[in-house]
């Protein structure tokens, strides 16, 4: 049974046949309104979530589909000890694909190795996310019209980051593209990332404090939250949170088709002022994550033999 854990579970190619998938869905939405009827997607989500959770019951609904749903692991048997394992058998009987959020570094994998439907891996901790990536990767391609030859900075929590860590291993792999790490010290992208993935492929990248800086030679510049839920100490995580805060002055020195991205949601790293640049792509995002999500489930139940 194929999951996604991680976004190099799918190939280039598969990644480019769901964004191409995704694009037909925003030209024709009509002809995929029944492509799911009768299944059911279940949504189990052990940690907040507006986006991923709202979007990917959107994305089920406007497949003809059914969606389930656990909303919090406060409200599900979790809070009596059941365990990731056992939760996923016991929803497989129920639903014939399953969207999980979990706080927990691989707890998705877990899911997986239980399930006997798909599960696609809806963030786990700070490791990866691989569908926001794919939201991500169709808003570059709307907005880039590709992915090779981008110089791509990503700015703010890269440590604890998971959108950022999926989003350099997708990125890696087109050719031309090159990498500008700007965070404080204490928020550098792991080691193990540089290494694996940046340094085995040969990939440039660049890492400096510096937000202004950096900016002039940007085409795209991906801002990320401090995440408050990460930290051991609130002491930490006061003295970091406004690192960064994009603002329409910081802009004048960018190119004039910067796409600025962010996986929501932002606290007080882009100034809301900048909402109202043409160059703000962080809404498009979230509405691109619906399709590229309705492309995914359509995929994998087709894999599954469970659609039609
Ligand atoms: N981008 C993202 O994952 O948002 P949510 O936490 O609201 O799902």
Redesign the pocket.
């Known amino acids: 049974m194929r999951s996604i854990i991680d976004i190099q579970d799918l190939t280039i190619e598969e990644i480019q046949a769901l964004i191409m998938t995704a694009c037909d869905i925003i030209r024709d939405p009509n002809k995929y309104s029944s492509a799911c009827r009768g299944k059911k997607l279940a949504t189990l989500f052990f940690e907040p ?5 709202l979007s990917f019951e959107a994305a089920m609904y406007e497949l003809g589909g059914y969606v389930l749903s656990v909303s919090s692991g406060s409200s599900s048997s979790a809070a009596k000890g059941e365990s990731v394992a056992d939760t996923a058998r016991v929803i497989s009987c129920y639903a014939d694909i399953i969207a999980m959020r979990h706080p927990k570094e691989g707890a998705a994998y877990v899911a997986a190795q239980n399930a006997t439907v798909p599960i696609i891996n809806a ?1 786990d901790g700070g490791h990866s ?1 691989p569908t ?1 990536t794919l939201a991500d990767l169709l808003t570059i391609h709307l907005e880039k019209g590709g992915f090779g030859d981008l110089t791509v900075g990503l700015c703010g929590d890269l440590k604890f980051g998971r ?1 950022v860590h999926s989003l350099i291993k997708a990125m890696s792999r087109y050719p031309g593209v090159k990498f500008v790490l700007i965070s404080p010290e204490e928020l550098k992208l792991p080691s193990y990332i540089k290494k694996d993935v940046l340094k085995k492929n040969d990939v440039p990248y660049e890492q400096t404090t510096d937000l202004a800086e950096a900016i002039p030679q940007l085409d795209i510049l991906y801002m990320t939250r401090v995440q408050k839920e990460r930290f051991f100490n609130e002491e930490d995580y006061l003295r970091l949170k406004d690192s960064y805060i994009l603002d329409p002055k910081k802009l004048e020195a960018a190119k004039k088709d910067l796409c600025i991205m962010h ?3 932002r606290v007080n790293e882009i100034s809301v002022a900048v909402d109202r640049d043409p160059r703000a792509c962080y809404f498009k995002q979230v509405l691109y994550g619906k399709y590229i999500r309705m492309a995914l489930i359509l995929m994998l139940l087709e894999e599954a033999g469970a659609c039609v």
């Open positions: 979530s507006t986006r991923t959770r963030g996310h926001q959108t996986p929501l949601p």
